[in-house]
């Protein structure tokens, strides 16, 4: 069945970097735009960044902009989120969701089950 | 940056009720408004894009309507596992941003 699934997450210190992936089956991965969507806890959702089917276009929200990178394989059917020089406010759940579109269109209709990323000295 | 509100933030109903949530963009977004449910523990689930298109698998009870500014997310009788938490979300420019949520309990 169409599942995502992440991992990477974990406990690391401030200024310390984390690498999640997100593992896509069930469709085809390179005809779909992707996503990463997070969520402090106890907080609402805040939208991250987005890969174009073929990453030619990534977007970033200003908050991790410079600071993460998206990128996919699509011969690997694997999203990823590299993120470096992290910040207590990054804790959060970190989802990857797919988008319904190749090209980005906002909406996000298959989330993976969230992998936790705690940044604490 | 877009801003989204909705209101209520939380709202107590009943199985059977017909229930109304409202989300304000901060300026025209057209009809590019999402919809998302989320239970406890789980990731969020697309119910309605593109203002007043029903995810598929989503129940009828379920709809969007709206363009503009001011959209809602209507549910027709609850149903137990209605319960959660509602998200809407602007598809309109980057960032994609979402409203603070609105708890719907019994």
């Known amino acids: 069945q169409v599942q995502l699934v992440e991992s990477g997450g974990g406990e690391v210190q401030p200024g310390r970097s984390l690498r999640l992936s997100c593992a896509a089956s069930g469709f085809i991965f390179s005809s779909y735009a992707m996503h990463w969507v997070r969520q402090a806890p106890g907080k609402g959702l805040e939208w991250v960044a987005v890969?174009?089917?073929?990453?030619?276009?990534?977007y970033y929200a200003d908050s991790v902009k410079g600071r993460f990178t998206i990128s996919r394989d699509n011969s690997k059917n694997t999203l990823y989120l590299q993120m470096n020089s992290l910040r207590t406010e990054d804790t959060a759940v970190y989802y990857c969701?797919?988008?319904?579109?190749?090209?980005?269109?906002?909406?996000?209709?298959?989330w993976g089950q969230g992998t936790m990323v705690t940044v604490s000295s | 940056d877009i801003q989204m509100t909705q209101s209520p933030s939380s709202l107590s109903a009943s199985v059977g009720d017909r229930v109304t949530i409202t989300c304000r963009a901060s300026q025209s977004i057209n009809n590019y408004l999402n919809w998302y449910q989320q239970t406890p523990g789980k990731a969020p689930k697309l119910l309605v894009y593109a203002a007043s298109s029903l995810q598929s698998g989503v129940p009828s009870r379920f709809s969007g309507s709206g363009s503009g500014t001011d959209f809602t997310l209507t549910i027709s009788s609850l149903q137990p596992e209605d319960f959660a938490t509602y998200y809407c979300q602007q598809s309109y420019s980057i960032p994609y941003t979402f409203g603070q949520g609105t708890k719907l309990e019994i």
């Open positions: 969701a797919r988008d319904r579109r190749a090209v980005a269109s906002g909406a996000f209709d298959i």
């Open positions: 890969i174009s089917y073929d990453g030619s276009n990534k």
